[in-house]
Every structure is written in C-alpha cells, then in structure tokens.
C-alpha cells in the first residue's frame, strides 16, 4: 500500500489518467449489460392438422394361458366324438362333439316351412280354407251359447229343490236346525247355525233376483247376455255351495252333541244338493270357458283370414324370423366346436357317452396371452370394454403390441384407503418372445380425433371465462373454443386456421450481472464487487 501512495503522490498526472480510465471501462461494462434488460423475446409455433390422442396408462404382467372346459349346451347321445384332435394344437371351429340332432332338426325345419307360409303369398285354395275356418269358429260359437243356455235352464231347475230345501232345513218348524232346537244343544250350535243362516239368506235374495232375470231371457237373446248371465249364475251356485257347506257342518255337530237327534235325513239331504249344486258350477264354468274360446277362436280365424289376403304386417314377419333365428341357433347348440384356438388338453367324455346341458366335454388351453392393470377410481370411469391399447414390455425392446380392453372390475379393491379396479387386456398379436410374468405398460386410448387444427397446450391462457391464444409482436388476444386435449396439444374448434403462428412461451430480458475483478483498490484496502440490476423496459 505504502508503494501505491508513494506512485500517486510522485505521478499524479498519470494516476488521474488510469483511475479516469478504469471509471470509463466500467460504465461501458454496465452499459453493455443493460442495453438488452428490458426486451421481450417471444418463441411462437403455427397452428397444424393433426391427431390429439388421450390416454389412460397403467402397469401389470402378461398373464399365463387361460383354461377353459369345452360345455354342452344340448343334451342327448353323442353321435360323434373328435378323438383325434385330444392333445393337440386345434383351430377355433374345430368340431370336437355332436349330440344327436335329430329332434333339433325336425323341430327347425317346422320354423323353416312356418317362415316360408309366412312370406308365401296365398293361393286361391288357402283363402277358402280360411274362410272356411271362419265359418266353423262361428258355428262352434254359437253352439257354445246354445250349450250355454242349456246349462242355464238344467241349473235354474235344480236350484228350487236346493234353496227350498236348505229353507227346510233351516226354518221350518221340523227342521234339524229350527232355532229352539239349536238352542237347547248350546251356544256352539248356534254360533254354527247363525253362520248358516247368513250364507243361506244372501244365496236365497240373489236367487230370487237371479230367477226374475232368468224369465226374460230366451235362446234368442244377445250372446253378450248370455255370457253374462251365465258368469252371475256361476257365483250364485258358488254361494248355495257355501252355504250348503255351512248347514252340513252345523248338522254335523249337533249330531255329535245329541245323540238321540236323527241327523241322517237331513245329512243325506244336504249331501245330494251339495252333488248337485258341484256339477251344475262345473257345468256352468265349461260353457263360460267354452264361450270365450269360441270367441276368441273366431277372433283368430278371421285374423288368419286377413293376413292371407293383406299378407302378415312387418312385426309379425320379424316375430316369424326371430322365432327362425332361434331354432338355428338351438340347433347349432348340438355342435360342440373350439371357442378359440389352443391345445385341447384333455377329452372328458367317451363317444358312447350320453351328455346333458352343461357337461364338459374337454378342456382347450388357450395360447392368446393377457395382461391385466390397475386404475383408479378416476381413471377407470373413462375406460369401458372395446377401447384399444398400446402394449410395451420392459425386456423386449421397441416392440409394440396392440390389445382390446375386455374387461373392466364393477367392484373395486380397497388398499390403505385407495380404490383400485383390474382392468384385463388381450393382446391382439401373438408373438413368441412374449412370455408369462413379463413386465407390460398398457396405454389404453379413452378418446382420439384425427385431422383436426391443434396448437401446443402453452400456448392456451384462459382469463375467467375468456380462453385465448398470443400472437404478434406486440401480443395480441385471439379468443378460441377449444376441445379435445392430452398432456402436449389442444384442440382447437374455432379461432384459427391452420398456418396461423402464435405465441407459446415469452422470455422477459434480464440484466447481466457482472462482477468485477478483485484489484486493490484506490481508496483503501481489500475488494469491491459491482452487481448490474434487472431494468424492465414496458411494453
């Protein structure tokens, strides 16, 4: 230091000259590292067709070969057995069994010629046998009223005998169940009686109605009054029936109470009005039965009638092909074939085996390999059966294979309060350096659009509802609807045309920073160190 004092003091002149130059130096320096502080550089992209592609990614392990046991679906004796194919590689279709299909056949061909009337125009002779049918559902009708109406005069003549005898029985001054004489038996007795007489008052006040009406009706009349007299006549023999019922069991009781009463007359009494009673109610449901059948037959014939004029309407000819369809596929149950193709390990059956619904027949060992990963619960819901998916496998480089999603877990598995589902992928190639337990990536695509206008995701800003894009120098706002997006592009529905060029990133200017050499320094001892300062230049 002494020697640096002792150079200013004896050269002045030339340690103003360094120190004016050292001053100099410096503010160029920062000058320099200021000039470009505040401008802005914008790094910007063109709007371009392509693909935005969205996936859900998982990790998991090829699984080993799947086994399966070959079913019936048919039943019968086996009329032929595919010996030849046990323990060897077999292609999917491959027939391993038959069931017997003589019944299934006769049974399809019957839906055969049913479907081919059906699209058959009719003939002349067709037509008349409808007719003619018709014809015969109308006589058979009206013979079911006359039959009808015959069952009502033979019921209306049984009924006096009944009602007038129940009214015997029950009220008259000899009757077995005359009120005093009931009363002396006990409070029983009469609790049975009472039940009696209230059956037998309602049957006898309907019947009273009932026998009015009856009077005015002839064979003549409407089938509708018929059919609905004979319906009311019906429930009234149903209420005598009851209370005849009724009367045995009180007779039969104050027999048991008094045995010195003679019950037989009366008992053999209500046993024959009961008979009579039971085949007049089978009687009259026949002919109700009979009268709506003939109805309804007549309805049917006439319908067939129309479809052979007019021709069947669309909906019954679909029923007709369904209904064929059907048998075609139940025949085709008789045929036991490979669902896939494999090695068929092992036959379960022998030829003179008989077999039902349901029996295995083998067992095929599928060579198609799987993998199966796990999602969570938000990642899962996008993904559903059918989507595609890209595979990679850690030990296998560059190899790409694609695969279907085939099945998705309805119920997840809880682990440490985390929800996760098993998601099983097939691969749709098979290759041979694939091998079970390898480690698999699983890419599943959710959602792709191709061909559409897409621009990177830094370029998209968003202001509340307002989203937007940059572009020129200086920036302006270009409002945009977007769509589909995935981790690099957006899609972009309106707002741009392709080739459009916009902002997607902007570096700010900053100041350098500089440092300056550690020197002596004039005025004193040690270093000094000169920072530049960042200086934003507004836009």
Not at 265 to 292: E, F, G, R, V, Y
Not at 467 to 480: D, K, L, S, W
Request: hydrophobic share 40%; aromatic share 6%.
């Amino acid at each position: 230091m002494k020697k640096i004092k002792h150079f200013i003091k004896t050269r002045k002149i030339l340690s103003m000259l360094i120190l004016l130059g050292l001053i100099g130096a410096g503010y160029w320096i920062y000058a320099k590292s200021t000039s470009t502080a505040g401008e802005m550089t914008y790094i910007t992209a063109k709007a371009k067709l392509g693909d935005v592609v969205t996936n859900i990614t998982g990790t998991g392990q090829v699984s080993a070969s799947s086994q399966v046991e070959i079913k019936s679906k048919a039943s019968g004796d086996l009329t032929y057995l595919n010996t030849a194919a046990n323990g060897t590689m077999i292609k999917k279709g491959t027939l391993i069994a038959q069931v017997d299909t003589r019944d299934a056949a006769i049974t399809l061909e019957s839906a055969k010629i049913a479907y081919e009337k059906a699209v058959k125009p009719a003939d002349a002779a067709d037509i008349i046998d409808a007719e003619n049918a018709v014809t015969d559902a109308v006589l058979s009708n009206q013979k079911s009223y006359e039959e009808g109406f015959n069952t009502l005069v033979a019921t209306f003549l049984d009924l006096p005998e009944i009602v007038n005898g129940l009214n015997s029985v029950i009220y008259s001054r000899d009757g077995y169940l005359q009120t005093e004489k009931v009363r002396s038996v006990g409070q029983v007795a009469l609790a049975y009686r009472e039940k009696t007489v209230l059956g037998y008052d309602k049957a006898s006040a309907a019947y009273d109605d009932l026998l009015t009406e009856f009077k005015n009706i002839s064979r003549t009349s409407a089938t509708s009054t018929i059919e609905s007299f004979t319906g009311k006549t019906y429930l009234l023999v149903k209420d005598i029936s009851e209370a005849l019922k009724n009367a045995q069991n009180a007779v039969e009781y104050i027999k048991t109470q008094n045995d010195n009463e003679n019950a037989e007359t009366p008992i053999t009494d209500i046993a024959t009005w009961t008979s009579t009673a039971n085949s007049d109610l089978t009687s009259l449901l026949s002919s109700k039965t009979s009268m709506i059948s003939t109805m309804q037959d007549i309805a049917k014939a006439k319908a067939d009638l129309a479809d052979l004029k007019d021709g069947l309407d669309s909906l019954d000819l679909r029923s007709q092909q369904l209904s064929l369809l059907q048998k075609q596929n139940d025949y085709q149950d008789y045929f036991i074939r490979a669902p896939f193709d494999g090695l068929l390990a092992k036959l379960s059956v022998k030829p003179t085996d008989s077999v039902s619904s349901g029996t295995a027949i083998g067992t095929i060992v599928s060579s198609q390999k799987l993998t199966s990963i796990t999602l969570n619960e938000i990642d899962v819901s996008k993904v559903h059966v059918g989507q595609k998916a890209k595979l990679t496998f850690d030990a296998i480089d560059d190899l790409i294979i694609d695969g279907t999603v085939t099945a998705v877990d309805l119920i997840g598995t809880v682990s440490q309060g985390v929800v996760n589902y098993n998601v099983e992928i097939v691969l749709d190639t098979q290759d041979d350096r694939i091998k079970s337990g390898m480690s698999v990536s699983a890419s599943v695509i959710v959602e792709s659009k191709e061909n559409v206008l897409t621009v990177p995701n830094s370029a998209i800003k968003t202001q509340g509802n307002l989203t937007y894009v940059e572009a020129g120098n200086p920036p302006h706002r270009i409002p945009v609807k977007v769509g589909l997006s995935n981790d690099t592009v957006t899609e972009i529905i309106s707002g741009l045309n392709a080739g459009d060029e916009i902002i997607t990133r902007t570096v700010a200017g900053t100041a350098a920073k500089t440092t300056a050499a550690a020197a002596p320094s004039l005025f004193g001892g040690g270093t000094r160190t000169n920072s530049g300062n960042a200086v934003r230049i507004n836009r």
